[in-house]
């Protein structure tokens, strides 16, 4: 579905608020028949985690049930109505007026239900079950069954195999749409460059059987192209070619105006507006092309963490995440280890940040069990991802996992069929995924972009700087003469309490963490064939309970979870040359 939109033919209605919740541990809410309508024990904010909302939930992950009501807004009635949901972690089932609309499994990407049918004009009731418990047959998975050959131990509580809190709920809005009923479904953007043109090939989709006409107007910068087709049913193609275009990059993110008009006689049925940036990205050699150029990526890994509101991050925080960001003068960030919200995304377009959009496929592991239902679930997620995220012009590539165990057997050919399902979606992004064996990372002979997490001097060489940074350039080295394509140092960085300093640096200190990600930078610096570095990670995040993750929280960022800038972010920002107008 193309992002909800305001305009004379589209609406939407955002439905968050407080919504009536009841937690379900002995799960006999589908028995009792809650789904329409059941006697709530307490308020919730939608969206947000419910973990971090209440005193008794912090380690739930079993059902939780949702309900509100609601009337049909004025101007909705007689358009296609959907409820959409931005996500919900993990599997959320759904019901309008107790009647089941459908169900969606994996957390943190968008899912929309055809809801008109079963929607009167006043006081409509819906009610959602969410339930996040962890599964080996779930992606990420959780339960992981305990294997010394993976080489990460099962000690955190709740059971996750990924090292972030399983957070659980409704994590974006909820948002009820109305679209009219000759629509635009779908519009694919991708752009090129041909001397000073640049050329936007636009592909729209419509569902009805009549062949009306569709109009595309692209606006920017003083200029205005234009052009009509015949559209529909199916796919309709247009190229609108800008001359002197102005070049989307990071520091210059011009965006074009993209108008799609459907038109019976002469008149707009359906309208959708999209921005547009007008950039390439490609692979060559052992370099990462942005617009024919080279570039070097420097940033930051992530999380959608915050307290109180756990997996959702508040508007206000997503702009405090891009100012710190440009404070210390970072150009990118990966999604790491799910799609973030599209309103992040959006703004990257417009602050001209890149991404590394990445897959919810973390921890995956290759024992039998549960493997044929992960693919299956890894399928769905890079499908719905770049169905998402395809018309971002930060998006520059995506990443099919992070961490996979796959030095095991079963792992052949599991991320070849998901590679070859990503270029079938997408054939102008590369592709990569996140690896920490490196070396052995058979994916990386078909994917075109090598990226690795290292934590020299963390998790092996501890303490040990002088040793992490001779043995960091024969690695990567190593790594480069194998598969000779561009390489992104993925993750590296060290724990650092906040207000914890030690001379000489050692473990846990600021000095450390600062000193560390200093003579990384140094070393890299000197290896031409690294397109790239993210330190792990821009803030402090919080992890399940384990006993080297102190007060369940993972202290690598360069930030508190509170956004207070650690020492290394002061060195960062004289490493990067960070914005000076925000001294
Ligand atoms: C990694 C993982 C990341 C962890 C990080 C750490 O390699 O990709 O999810 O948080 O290490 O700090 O251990």
Redo the contacts with the bound molecule.
């Keep these: 579905m193309i992002y909800p939109q305001n305009n004379p033919f589209r609406q939407f209605q955002d439905l968050s608020g407080f919504w009536d919740f009841r937690l379900d541990p002995a799960d006999k809410g589908l028995s009792q028949d809650w789904a329409r309508g059941f006697p709530p024990d307490r308020l919730i904010a939608v969206p947000s985690s419910w973990n971090e909302q209440f005193q008794d939930t912090r380690d739930y992950l079993g059902a939780g049930w949702y309900q509100t009501r609601f009337d049909l807004p004025w101007g909705f009635k007689g358009k296609d109505l959907f409820l959409r949901f931005g996500s919900a972690n993990y599997l959320a089932q759904v019901w309008l007026n107790g009647v089941k609309l459908g169900e969606h499994e994996g957390g943190h990407l968008p899912f929309s239900l055809e809801a008109g049918s079963h929607l009167k004009p006043k006081d409509n009731l819906l009610v959602v079950r969410v339930e996040g418990l962890l599964a080996p047959d779930r992606v990420p998975p959780g339960k992981v069954p305990a294997d010394p050959k993976d080489g990460f131990n099962h000690s955190f509580n709740p059971p996750a195999s990924?090292?972030?809190f399983p957070y659980c709920g409704i994590h974006r809005p909820v948002l009820l749409v109305a679209t009219p009923h000759e629509s635009i479904q779908d519009v694919t953007i991708s752009t090129e460059i041909a001397g000073k043109t640049g050329r936007v090939k636009v592909d729209i989709l419509t569902g009805f059987s009549d062949s009306l006409t569709a109009r595309f107007c692209l606006t920017g910068y003083g200029r205005k192209v234009v052009a009509l087709e015949k559209a529909g049913p199916g796919k309709t193609k247009a190229l609108l070619q800008m001359p002197d275009a102005k070049l989307w990059a990071p520091g210059t993110p011009h965006l074009y105006q993209l108008k799609v008009e459907l038109m019976r006689n002469n008149e707009a049925v359906d309208q959708v507006d999209l921005p547009v940036g007008i950039r390439t990205i490609a692979v060559k050699g052992e370099r990462l092309l942005l617009n024919g150029k080279p570039i070097r990526l420097r940033g930051f890994?992530r999380h959608e963490d915050f307290p109180v509101t756990g997996r959702h991050l508040p508007a206000a925080v997503v702009v405090k995440d891009y100012e710190l960001m440009k404070w210390v003068g970072a150009d990118s960030f990966r999604t790491?280890?799910y799609p973030y919200a599209e309103e992040i995304l959006d703004l990257a377009d417009r602050m001209g940040f890149l991404v590394i959009a990445e897959t919810p496929a973390?921890g995956l592991f290759f024992h039998p069990e549960g493997l044929a239902k992960r693919l299956e679930l890894c399928r769905q997620s890079t499908q719905e991802l770049i169905q998402r995220d395809k018309n971002h012009p930060s998006v520059i590539l995506w990443s099919l996992a992070?961490?996979p165990h796959s030095h095991r057997p079963a792992a052949k050919g599991f991320f070849k069929n998901l590679a070859d399902l990503a270029r079938g979606l997408d054939k102008t992004r590369p592709l990569t995924l996140?690896s920490?064996i490196g070396l052995k990372e058979e994916a990386f002979r078909f994917l075109d972009v090598v990226c690795v997490?290292r934590?020299f001097g963390?998790?092996s060489e501890e303490g040990d700087l002088d040793k992490a940074c001779s043995k960091l350039p024969k690695d990567l080295e190593a790594i480069h003469r194998r598969f000779r394509k561009p390489l992104i140092l993925?993750?590296f960085?060290a724990?650092a309490l906040p207000g914890h300093h030690a001379e000489p640096p050692e473990m846990f200190s600021e000095e450390y963490q600062a000193e560390m990600i200093e003579r990384y930078w140094r070393v890299l610096a000197r290896l031409s064939f690294v397109a790239g570095a993210h330190i792990?990670?821009l803030c402090d995040?919080k992890?399940a309970q384990a006993p080297?993750r102190p007060g369940a929280m993972?202290w690598?960022g360069v930030f508190t979870r509170d956004r207070r800038p650690k020492l290394a972010a002061k060195v960062l920002k004289k490493l990067w040359g960070g914005n000076p107008s925000r001294t």
């Design positions: 990924f090292d972030f890994g790491s280890h973390v992070n961490e996140v920490y997490n934590y963390w998790y993925a993750e960085g724990d792990w990670n995040f992890t080297h993972n690598k």
